[in-house]
């Protein structure tokens, strides 16, 4: 049933990037992941520093708002099809392998969600366990949909 909900969400996200047009929209869009990008960057730290404090309302809160970030149709309409440029470090992939760029923003969703979880418990090992499999979910995106950075 999940991959099922998955499969229809990941057809509803690429039909909203599909129909995304103009450059000046790519723009806008470009701009608007990279903010989001670094909000994420920034949440991450604040959730680590969180996370090593025992502070889980705080852990709750920013992950709640990653999660929320990576619903589907919002997320996909931050990747209008091969928009790109200098500043942009996106892959020719995030295009060529969508639903596996998509795929992994669910998976990203889903572990996020049983941070919020964990965190709501206040339960330290279910806490620890949930964060360590949260964290791999970032690199991983990086590694096959992002560019390094160009000195």
């Known amino acids: 049933m999940m991959v099922k ?3 229809t969400l990941t057809a509803v996200a690429g039909g909203l990037v599909w129909l995304s047009a103009s450059g000046a929209m790519a723009q806008n869009e470009i701009e608007g992941r990279q903010k989001l990008m670094k909000g994420f960057s920034a949440a991450t730290k604040e959730v680590k520093a969180a ?3 025992k502070d889980y309302a705080t852990v709750a809160v920013k992950v709640k708002d990653i999660a ?6 919002a997320f996909a309409k931050n990747w209008p099809h091969n928009s790109t440029d200098a500043k942009s470090r996106a892959k020719p992939e995030v295009w060529q392998k969508w639903n596996d760029f998509m ?3 669910w998976d990203g969703q889903q572990r996020a969600l049983s941070l919020v979880d ?13 964060y360590k499999a949260f964290g791999p979910v970032c690199v991983d995106c990086h590694k096959s949909f992002r560019a390094e950075a160009t000195k």
């Open 103 to 105: 795929l992994t923003a």
């Open 51 to 53: 996370v090593e404090k």
């Open 5 to 7: 909900k998955f499969l």
């Open 68 to 73: 929320d970030s990576l619903d589907m149709a």
């Open 118 to 130: 964990a965190a709501k418990s206040k339960n330290d090992a279910k806490v620890a366990e949930a």
